[in-house]
C-alpha cells in the first residue's frame, strides 16, 4: 500500500536557520484601538491558515490565532486567498491501474475569504467569515513535482505523483463496508459556510489568554455540502524576549451532518496548535506553526485518523493600518490526510 512520510525535523530547521534569539525584556502592551497597537498585535499573531484538504473543504476547523482582540470600536478587513493541492493514496501500485485501491483523493482547492473583524472593547471582538470555494484538477501538479526534486535532499518525497494523471480530480475509493464512493464530478465553484466567532480575552497580563467560540452556517452552495457546526477554542500568547511570541491553543469542533456524498464524518473532533512568531525589525514578523487534529472521516477504508502539517508564515506591515501575509503548507509526517501543499495569501487592514 501507498505511504507518504515527511521527516519532522526538514522545515522547523529552515526556519531555525534564518532565526536568532532576541533576549530581553517583554515589549509593551500595545494601545488599544491605535494604530501602532494594531500594527503590533498583528505582527505578534500567527497566520491563521486552514486546512483546505479536498474532504476538509466544507467542515470547521479551528485555526492557529491569538487571544488579542483587534482593540475597541476597530473594525479589520482581511482578504485571504488560499490555494492547496491534495495528494494521497492508499493502493496496492501506484498508478491508474491498482488491482486494490482503498482510496485515491487528488485535486485543488481554492479558497477566498473575506473576513469582517469588530472590536467590542478592550477584551472582546466579533468576526464574520464569508468564503468563496472552488475545487477541481487545477494546475499546480508539474510546480509540486519540481518542487519535490529541488527539496529532495531533505528527505521530502514525491509520493508517486508522476505515475499518476495529471492535473485531474480524483476522490474515490471504497468504505469499511466494501461500499464505492465517488465525488469526481463534484467540481466547479460555490459559497462556503459562513463562519461567526467571538473571542473574550479574560486574562491579560505578560502572558493573554482568550476564548474563541465558533459558529459554522449552512450557506454552502454548488458542490459544496451546508453543514451547521459549533467550535470552542482556548489559546493563549506568551512573550519570550521582546522579539518572539509563543502562542498554544486546544479545542474542539462539533457537526450537525456526518454524512456527505457517500462519506460518513465524526460528529466531533479535537484541534490544537502552537506557534512561534519571530519580530526581527518592527515592520516584518515570521512565524512556524504546527496543526495536529482529530480523524476526519469515518469509514473509508484505511483512511489515516491523525491529521497533522506545518505552516510556514510572514507578515509585512505596509503601514501602520495595513499588512501583507504570505505564508504555505508542507505535511508533518504525512499528506495521507493533510493538504500536501498550499500557499497563503492575505491583506489585513483597519479602515
Known amino acids: 500500500m501507498g505511504r507518504l512520510t515527511r521527516p519532522a525535523w526538514s522545515l522547523p530547521l529552515v526556519f531555525v536557520a534564518f532565526a536568532r534569539v532576541s533576549a530581553g525584556d517583554p515589549p509593551p502592551a500595545p494601545s488599544p484601538g491605535s494604530a501602532s497597537g494594531f500594527e503590533q498585535t498583528e505582527l505578534?499573531?500567527?497566520?491563521?491558515?486552514?486546512?483546505?484538504?479536498?474532504?476538509?473543504?466544507?467542515?470547521l476547523t479551528l485555526p492557529a490565532t491569538s487571544p488579542?482582540?483587534?482593540?475597541?470600536?476597530?473594525?479589520?478587513?482581511?482578504?485571504?486567498?488560499?490555494?492547496?493541492?491534495?495528494?494521497?493514496?492508499?493502493?496496492?501500485l501506484p498508478g491508474e491501474a491498482p488491482r486494490?485501491?482503498?482510496?485515491?483523493?487528488?485535486?485543488?482547492?481554492?479558497?477566498?475569504?473575506?473576513?469582517?473583524?469588530?472590536g467590542l472593547g478592550a477584551r472582546a471582538d466579533v468576526s464574520l467569515r464569508l468564503p468563496l470555494r472552488w475545487r477541481g484538477g487545477g494546475s499546480l501538479d508539474s510546480f509540486i513535482d519540481a518542487w519535490h526534486r529541488t527539496f529532495a535532499f531533505l528527505g521530502i518525497e514525491d509520493g508517486g505523483r508522476p505515475s499518476f494523471r495529471r492535473n485531474a480530480f480524483r476522490v474515490e475509493g471504497m468504505t469499511t463496508a466494501e461500499e464505492p464512493f465517488s465525488w469526481n464530478d463534484a467540481t466547479?465553484?460555490?459559497?462556503?459556510?459562513?463562519?461567526?466567532?467571538?473571542?473574550?480575552r479574560f486574562h491579560a497580563d505578560t502572558s493573554s489568554?482568550?476564548?474563541?467560540?465558533?459558529?459554522?452556517?449552512?450557506?454552502?452552495q454548488g458542490p459544496?455540502?451546508?453543514?451547521?457546526?459549533?467550535?470552542?477554542?482556548?489559546?493563549a500568547r506568551r512573550p519570550l524576549g521582546r522579539a518572539w511570541?509563543?502562542?498554544?491553543?486546544?479545542?474542539?469542533?462539533?457537526?450537525?451532518?456526518?454524512?456527505?456524498?457517500g462519506v460518513a464524518y465524526e460528529r466531533a473532533r479535537a484541534h490544537a496548535f502552537a506557534a512561534v512568531v519571530f519580530r526581527p525589525w518592527r515592520p516584518l514578523s515570521l512565524s512556524l506553526e504546527t496543526d495536529v487534529a482529530s480523524r476526519l472521516v469515518a469509514d473509508i477504508d484505511r483512511y489515516p485518523g491523525l491529521h497533522w502539517l506545518v505552516n510556514l508564515g510572514l507578515k509585512v506591515a505596509l503601514s501602520s493600518r495595513a499588512l501583507l501575509e504570505v505564508g504555505m503548507t508542507e505535511n508533518l509526517l504525512s499528506q495521507l490526510s493533510t493538504t500536501d501543499f498550499a500557499l497563503y495569501f492575505a491583506v489585513s487592514a483597519r479602515p
Not at 486494490?100 to 469588530?118: A, P, Q, V, Y
Open 245 to 261: 511570541d509563543l502562542h498554544g491553543g486546544a479545542g474542539g469542533t462539533i457537526e450537525g451532518d456526518t454524512r456527505v456524498a
Open 224 to 235: 459544496f455540502a451546508d453543514s451547521l457546526g459549533a467550535g470552542l477554542q482556548l489559546v
Open 100 to 118: 486494490d485501491r482503498s482510496f485515491l483523493i487528488d485535486g485543488e482547492t481554492r479558497t477566498l475569504d473575506l473576513t469582517f473583524t469588530h
Open 68 to 92: 488579542d482582540p483587534v482593540g475597541k470600536g476597530v473594525t479589520r478587513l482581511r482578504l485571504s486567498y488560499l490555494w492547496g493541492n491534495s495528494f494521497s493514496w492508499t493502493q496496492d
Open 209 to 220: 489568554v482568550a476564548l474563541v467560540a465558533r459558529v459554522s452556517l449552512p450557506t454552502a
Open 188 to 200: 466547479g465553484m460555490g459559497l462556503g459556510n459562513a463562519e461567526l466567532a467571538g473571542r473574550w
Open 44 to 59: 505578534s499573531a500567527p497566520l491563521e491558515i486552514r486546512d483546505e484538504h479536498v474532504l476538509a473543504q466544507g467542515r
